[in-house]
């Protein structure tokens, strides 16, 4: 059996897509659009934007993460793997105080940084906060240099994140997951 | 069926004579499944059973050992202690063919790594002392150590963990030392609790790590990466 040596290809040098991403001169010309939706218009229509876990109630969160179909997790263990996750984005309705959508990202904080739990309560669905949180996490990780941002996507939400620059399987890299009893699968 | 190897390697030419001793958790020899012999037959690896892994492993451990017929000792060492020298790194990366990283972002990804796991190689030159077989290994002046593999391993320390960067010096490459690297790396993660392991595999070894278990798209899920080059 031969090994390659490389699972992960670290990238050579900077690429970065120059998307609508400029920046806003004065307040006197209309804002350029950095997000599709702005950090503005997110605030008038009653969305707060958190980049902490200072003030997210995390049975809160566990009731959104159980809304869109996870599995109910230990609140204690859910505030470990925050309390170790280098950067993440909530948005919280100020009607309710509650968290309405959310998303984290893992990594060495150098080179890559993985996508994990991105959820919006199903009844806050398709009004664009899923994206909001996206556009703003990506944009923190480019901010930190880290430009190997990848994330394990369903199959039925290959569309929510196609538009946002993520690209299935590049270059036939497959995503793997670790499982025991494939070991005894083995013929 | 054997893939045939795209990446050249050098087999380790040792005198005739060879002792090849598989030490599987470095001294205590309990399972079935490890032994130890003190001839010329080489001892395989058995494969890890659910037992082993349910058994606490030790941080540190000799891997295999050979005697050359002329006494010298070579050692490879596992260890998941993360004590790496970031120079040994670069220096290996460049025997791999990855592109140069900053010395200083390596040095970062390794300290914000949740596990480092290496591969050491320990040569002692004949004569250079009594070796205990009791400690895991004894490096004194004139011995050599060198790096010659490493799997790190991000995490938030609670649900999902990914494994990033295997390697394996091309000299010693074929001999099962990524897979040793691999397996010993997961079992460590899952004697932590990780529930989730994960990687992303090139295409060229996706069949490597399906044997060591891991399943591509498990249930349709996708591996994607933000406008990779």
Not at chain 2, 145 to 163: E, P, Q, V, W
Not at chain 2, 197 to 221: H, K, M
Request: some cysteine; glycine content about 6%.
């Amino acid at each position: 059996m031969l090994l390659r040596g490389i699972i992960s290809t670290p990238l050579p040098s900077l690429h970065l897509k120059k998307t609508n991403r400029n920046v806003c001169v004065s307040a006197q010309t209309t804002s350029i659009n950095k997000f599709s939706i702005s950090d503005q218009e997110l605030e008038s229509r009653g969305f707060i934007l958190r980049r902490t876990i200072s003030d997210l109630n995390l049975d809160h969160l566990n009731s959104v993460f159980v809304a869109v179909g996870f599995p109910r997790r230990d609140p204690e263990k859910i505030r470990l793997a925050l309390e170790h996750t280098s950067s993440l984005l909530w948005i919280e309705y100020k009607k309710t105080q509650k968290p309405v959508a959310f998303a984290r990202a893992t990594g060495d904080d150098v080179f890559n940084a993985i996508v994990w739990d991105v959820v919006v309560d199903p009844s806050f669905q398709g009004i664009g906060l899923g994206k909001a949180v996206m556009e703003r996490l990506i944009e923190e990780l480019l901010a930190k240099g880290i430009y190997n941002i990848a994330l394990y996507s369903e199959p039925r939400v290959l569309g929510f994140y196609r538009p946002l620059g993520f690209v299935a399987d590049p270059d036939g890299i497959r995503g793997m997951v670790y499982s025991r009893k494939n070991i005894y699968k083995k013929s | 069926m054997k893939k045939k190897p795209i990446v050249c390697h050098h087999i380790i030419n040792f005198a005739s004579f060879i002792t090849c001793i598989l030490i599987l958790r470095g001294f205590t020899f309990t399972s079935p499944g490890s032994f130890l012999k003190n001839n010329t037959t080489q001892v395989m690896d058995p494969p890890s059973t659910l037992e082993e892994e349910e058994e606490p492993m030790p941080e540190e451990f000799v891997l295999i050992e050979k005697t050359q017929q002329d006494g010298e000792i070579e050692q490879i060492i596992f260890s998941s202690g993360g004590d790496v020298d970031v120079y040994d790194l670069q220096a290996l990366c460049d025997k791999v063919g990855w592109p140069r990283r900053p010395l200083s972002k390596l040095a970062a990804a390794l300290k914000n790594s949740y596990m480092v796991a290496t591969l050491h190689s320990v040569k002692k030159s004949p004569g250079s002392g009594t070796y205990v077989l009791r400690r895991s290994y004894l490096t004194e002046g004139n011995d050599q150590k060198k790096l010659i593999g490493l799997a790190r391993a991000t995490s938030d320390h609670a649900f999902n963990a990914t494994i990033w960067d295997v390697l394996v010096d091309p000299s010693y490459q074929g001999q099962g030392l990524g897979k040793a690297l691999v397996e010993k790396i997961v079992r460590a993660l899952l004697q932590r609790d990780i529930g989730n392991i994960s990687l992303f595999a090139d295409s060229q070894v996706v069949e490597f790590y399906r044997n060591l278990g891991f399943e591509p798209d498990p249930e349709g899920i996708k591996g994607m990466f933000w406008y990779p080059r």
